[in-house]
């Protein structure tokens, strides 16, 4: 429960920090709603859930998901998510306790001048109380169509048997990136798992957040800007000649 207060206290710090705008629940947003972040639209959400303990249902408005508006454009605009109230908490049952979350939704651009290149994936805050096998996961996927993953996956884990993670903590900053040719729009999955194992052990996600980078409409690729960079020397060997 200590862990538990300790995030949002860092919450509060953390989006006081990343540019927020406004938040919804995310009941809100899987009951038809949506949310905008600077020139990005988020609508079309859906979720499915899992979990070990047969008492346990998922209540989607224990997460708040708050519009990030101050990334420019690179790392853009995005969204964070926080869960509060232990919705994303496991506490060992001595066998395999889990959470499986997955919920999926459209990312569009509202202006016509920019489009969405690129993205990265944040676990900002986790917990993970030491002792064998336990943590957080959360795979994202992005693609053209929904539960599509051709344009990118990120992958991001916060556990004790990350060989990456060297004590208990609550702050996790772990990134992923994935990059991608411009789009109009993208849909997006989310894969949350957490678990525990040992009745000793307890494992949690509390605030991670998405980017979803932007450039000009008309902006060629690299690849195309090399093209012209060497068709303009040909041209110019050419008049030369």
């Not at 899987?30 to 979720?47: M, P, V």
């Not at 986790?126 to 993953?149: F, K, L, Q, R, W």
């Not at 609550?170 to 678990?195: K, R």
């Amino acid at each position: 429960m200590r862990r538990a207060i300790a995030i949002v206290g860092v919450l509060a710090f953390v989006l006081a920090a990343a540019g927020v705008s406004y938040a919804v629940p995310l009941s809100d947003l899987l009951n038809g709603g949506s949310i905008t972040a600077g020139d990005k639209l988020f609508d079309n959400w859906t979720y499915t859930y899992d979990t070990s303990d047969p008492s346990r249902s998922f209540n989607a408005a224990n997460i708040e998901v708050t519009a990030l508006t101050g990334g420019g454009l690179n790392p853009g605009p995005g969204l964070s998510f926080f869960a509060s109230n232990n919705e994303l908490l496991v506490a060992g049952d001595g066998v395999y306790a889990f959470v499986d979350l997955m919920f999926g939704f459209r990312v569009s651009v509202l202006d016509p001048g920019y489009k969405i290149k690129d993205n990265s994936l944040t676990l900002t805050t986790a917990d993970v109380a030491p002792s064998g096998d336990n943590g957080s996961y959360i795979m994202e996927t992005i693609g053209t169509a929904p539960m599509a993953s051709n344009l990118g996956t990120n992958n991001v884990e916060y556990s004790w048997l990350d060989p990456s993670f060297n004590g208990p903590g609550l702050i996790a900053n772990i990134s992923s990136y994935a990059n991608f040719a411009p789009q109009s729009e993208v849909w997006v999955t989310n894969n949350i798992l957490v678990w525990a194992s040992d009745t000793t052990e307890m494992a949690g996600v509390g605030l991670f957040e998405q980017r979803f980078s932007q450039v000009p409409a008309g902006l060629p690729e690299p690849g195309m800007l090399a093209l012209l960079a060497l068709g303009g020397v040909a041209l110019l060997r050419f008049k030369r000649g």
